[in-house]
């Protein structure tokens, strides 16, 4: 089941102004490194498993929280720069089932009617139902592109580890589906009848839009993987940012093909010295089979699992957060990292072959401490000021970033 939240627009808006005083610091669970020329703190905590964030059009940030919580509805006080706090918050919406999306429509007549004002919700609906599934992966992502604002994106992952079933685009599993926001708002429709943007993406929490109105998602490939009875798992598969496009939907990867980090493959496959596709359910079929299937435009290294990918305005840089995984040693991830992107082009900067594309511009300064020491970035969000905050699912705490964005 989908919900959707929708702005209701009134004529008071909440305007972050500079006031004499500062904010007090809110000492973090665990202290980050910060990249030069950036630097963040803590927004506030006691949060309930934060995961995805969006700001409302009065500047007031809205959380889906996990811990049998549901939407939290924050006002900001703003002093400039990273000195950020909180003037007041309070639970917008309880909902236990509540598990990660959140997307705001800018038609206050359909859809839930959101007063951002007053912090209130009324006439709720059910737009999409047929999601739920037991298994892996139970998060769902909610997207609605600036440059389409009647399309609703809804993405679903895999039933299991390897979900062989989900290469059958039938299933409606590891896929993003499209839906026009004037169709649902007449009635609820099943997932599977939505059009397929892409199918064969495993896990792929983070989908954002760049600032030509290009949908990008980043991926989470598989766990414990081995290769002819050899277990790779520590550096296989790859993670992979993805360009799905709207009207030519395409198969990516799964449940077959994987990137890999070279030398797991033989030499004669070897022409791209970063990523080569090779089939793992079946060990007989040839890599001829990788044509049919679209490569990523970057990679990860193995189980740093990112969750959220986020465009600056000018279109110069992608912002990713890696929650890391327990399935690394040692472990791997637990930062915020900025990938350069061209402008022009709508591309990444750097090569598919490329092993630097992603800079860290915050991480936790010893992985050692995972689970419990340990910041874990999940949704990220821009407010209108440029600074991005991120939300920290293993620490229960919003931070406030800031530098050159």
Same mark, same amino acid.
């Given at each position: 089941?989908?919900?959707?939240?929708?702005?209701?627009?009134?004529?008071? =808006?909440?305007v972050a102004g500079t006031l004499a005083q500062t904010c007090a610091t809110i000492n973090p669970a665990q202290a980050p490194t910060f990249a030069s020329g950036y630097s963040?703190? /803590? %927004?506030?905590?006691?949060?309930?498993?934060?995961?995805?964030?969006?700001?409302?059009?009065?500047?007031?940030?809205?959380?889906?929280?996990?811990?049998?919580?549901?939407?939290?509805?924050?006002?900001?006080?703003?002093?400039?720069? =990273?000195? /950020?706090?909180?003037?007041?918050?309070?639970?917008?919406?309880?909902?236990?089932?509540?598990?990660?999306?959140?997307?705001?429509?800018?038609?206050?007549?359909?859809?839930?009617?959101?007063?951002?004002?007053?912090?209130? %919700?009324?006439?709720?609906?059910?737009? /999409?139902?047929?999601?739920?599934?037991?298994?892996?992966?139970?998060?769902?992502?909610?997207?609605?592109?600036?440059?389409?604002?009647?399309?609703?994106?809804?993405?679903?992952?895999?039933?299991?580890?390897?979900?062989?079933? *989900?290469?059958?685009?039938?299933?409606?599993?590891?896929?993003?589906?499209?839906?026009?926001?004037?169709?649902?708002?007449?009635?609820?429709?099943?997932?599977?009848?939505?059009?397929?943007? *892409?199918?064969?993406?495993?896990?792929?929490?983070? %989908?954002?839009?760049?600032?030509?109105?290009?949908?990008?998602?980043?991926?989470?490939?598989?766990?414990?993987?081995?290769?002819?009875?050899?277990?790779?798992?520590?550096?296989? &598969?790859?993670?992979? %940012?993805?360009?799905?496009?709207?009207?030519?939907?395409?198969?990516?990867?799964?449940?077959?093909?994987?990137?890999?980090?070279?030398?797991?493959?033989?030499?004669?496959?070897?022409?791209?010295?970063?990523?080569?596709?090779?089939?793992?359910?079946?060990?007989?079929?040839?890599?001829?089979?990788?044509?049919?299937?679209? &490569?990523?435009?970057?990679?990860?290294?193995?189980?740093?699992? &990112?969750?959220?990918?986020?465009?600056?305005?000018?279109?110069?840089?992608?912002?990713?957060?890696?929650?890391?995984?327990?399935?690394?040693?040692?472990?791997?991830?637990?930062?915020?990292?900025?990938?350069?992107?061209?402008?022009?082009?709508?591309?990444?900067?750097?090569?598919? =072959?490329?092993?630097?594309?992603?800079?860290?511009?915050?991480?936790? *300064?010893?992985?050692?401490?995972?689970?419990?020491?340990?910041?874990?970035?999940?949704?990220?969000?821009?407010?209108?000021?440029?600074?991005?905050?991120?939300?920290?699912?293993?620490?229960?705490?919003?931070?406030?970033?800031?530098?050159?964005?």
């Amino acid at each position: 089941m989908v919900r959707l939240t929708n702005v209701f627009v009134t004529l008071s =808006t909440f305007v972050a102004g500079t006031l004499a005083q500062t904010c007090a610091t809110i000492n973090p669970a665990q202290a980050p490194t910060f990249a030069s020329g950036y630097s963040g703190r /803590v %927004v506030i905590n006691g949060l309930k498993t934060p995961r995805d964030i969006i700001f409302d059009k009065q500047g007031n940030l809205l959380t889906t929280e996990q811990g049998s919580y549901g939407v939290n509805y924050i006002q900001l006080t703003d002093n400039g720069d =990273t000195d /950020v706090c909180v003037n007041s918050s309070k639970q917008l919406i309880s909902d236990a089932t509540v598990n990660h999306g959140i997307a705001l429509s800018s038609d206050s007549k359909r859809l839930w009617d959101y007063d951002g004002t007053n912090g209130t %919700v009324s006439k709720k609906k059910i737009l /999409v139902y047929g999601m739920k599934l037991g298994g892996y992966h139970l998060s769902r992502t909610l997207l609605i592109p600036k440059g389409r604002p009647d399309l609703l994106l809804a993405r679903r992952g895999s039933q299991d580890n390897i979900d062989n079933a *989900a290469g059958q685009i039938g299933t409606a599993r590891s896929q993003i589906r499209v839906f026009k926001i004037a169709d649902i708002e007449k009635g609820a429709v099943e997932y599977s009848t939505g059009e397929v943007l *892409a199918w064969g993406i495993r896990n792929t929490v983070g %989908v954002g839009e760049d600032s030509k109105g290009g949908i990008w998602a980043v991926e989470n490939g598989m766990d414990d993987m081995s290769r002819n009875g050899k277990d790779i798992h520590n550096t296989q &598969p790859l993670r992979g %940012v993805k360009f799905p496009r709207f009207h030519n939907p395409k198969f990516h990867k799964l449940p077959h093909h994987m990137g890999f980090r070279l030398p797991v493959l033989p030499a004669q496959h070897r022409a791209c010295n970063r990523l080569r596709c090779k089939v793992i359910a079946n060990a007989t079929a040839e890599f001829s089979a990788c044509s049919s299937r679209v &490569p990523p435009k970057l990679c990860f290294p193995a189980h740093i699992a &990112p969750l959220d990918i986020k465009f600056n305005p000018n279109g110069s840089a992608a912002y990713v957060s890696f929650h890391g995984s327990w399935n690394k040693s040692p472990p791997d991830g637990f930062c915020v990292s900025r990938v350069a992107w061209n402008s022009d082009t709508g591309m990444p900067s750097e090569p598919l =072959t490329s092993t630097t594309a992603a800079k860290d511009i915050m991480w936790n *300064a010893d992985n050692a401490g995972y689970p419990n020491s340990c910041f874990r970035p999940v949704g990220l969000a821009w407010d209108a000021k440029g600074r991005l905050y991120m939300a920290s699912d293993g620490t229960n705490e919003m931070w406030v970033l800031g530098g050159a964005m």
